[in-house]
């Protein structure tokens, strides 16, 4: 009789544990953020391992005035590295038939991800006709811009100093360039401000000092059907002087060299 029993409760208990094991076993993997790529920007040196010196007008990358009728060269002398900050600077300066010179670098080749959260510390000075940007292009496109996509994490326009500009740009089922954007408000306080956005293959959102600002749906039906977004992408960082989006130009204002500072560019993915 006491066999019995045992035998009785020990087969009662087994649907219980059988049910926590099932639980256990279910439980989705916790995912973390990781930091797979950064520059701090400690050294005296551009970090070339992590950034290629784009130069020149943009003739020799097929896109000429950046595809943007922009009114600067870009010279490796106008990007520095020192106190801990990455400065590129914009200046009035006559070299290679243009009026102006800046820099503009990418992390092409050094630097490509597919999804994750890209965000940096930045700070810009807000004079009319520069254009401060810290964006993404996809490393190898299949088609051209912009079927291919663009991501623009921060772009500053001295000339709506008063915002700045969340974009994707992409394009419509007949490969007509289409966005979708927001724009936020900016005190000019002349200090860093932390811009990042966070990417998956579901959507896109973006960040300013850690506070939610825009975000995207691929479901979204204006994009659904030709979403771009699946594939590795680089980062961008320059400063364009007029041309589309930059305006008129303060010349007088740029005689001396105005900057976009940049204390640290981070990239986190899911592990």
Request: charged letters at 20%.
């Amino acid at each position: 009789m006491r066999r019995a029993l045992l035998r009785l409760r020990t087969w009662m208990w087994l649907p219980l544990l059988a049910g926590l094991f099932a639980c256990e076993q279910s439980d989705p993997p916790v995912l973390t953020q990781t930091l797979v790529w950064a520059d701090e920007f400690n050294g005296t040196e551009l970090d070339e391992s992590k950034w290629e010196v784009m130069t020149g007008d943009g003739t020799e990358f097929g896109i000429p005035g950046w595809g943007n009728n922009e009114a600067q060269y870009y010279r490796a002398e106008n990007a520095s590295v020192g106190n801990g900050v990455l400065r590129i600077a914009a200046v009035r300066q006559d070299f290679g038939g243009y009026e102006y010179t800046s820099a503009r670098l990418r992390s092409q080749g050094r630097g490509d991800f597919k999804y994750g959260r890209m965000e940096a510390s930045i700070r810009t000075d807000p004079t009319q006709g520069l254009w401060h940007a810290f964006w993404m292009l996809p490393t190898n496109p299949v088609n051209p811009w912009p079927i291919s996509g663009e991501i623009d994490i921060m772009e500053y326009v001295g000339n709506l100093s008063d915002i700045t500009l969340t974009t994707i740009h992409y394009a419509d089922a007949q490969g007509n360039h289409q966005e979708l954007g927001s724009t936020q408000p900016f005190q000019q306080d002349n200090a860093f401000h932390l811009y990042a956005v966070e990417w998956d293959e579901f959507e896109i959102t973006w960040f300013r000092d850690s506070v939610e600002v825009f975000s995207v749906d691929r479901n979204n039906d204006l994009i659904a059907q030709t979403w771009p977004f699946d594939a590795e992408f680089h980062l961008i960082l320059n400063t364009a002087v007029g041309g589309n989006l930059g305006g008129n130009i303060n010349s007088s204002a740029l005689a001396a060299p105005k900057y976009m500072d940049v204390d640290y560019v981070r990239v986190y993915q899911n592990q």
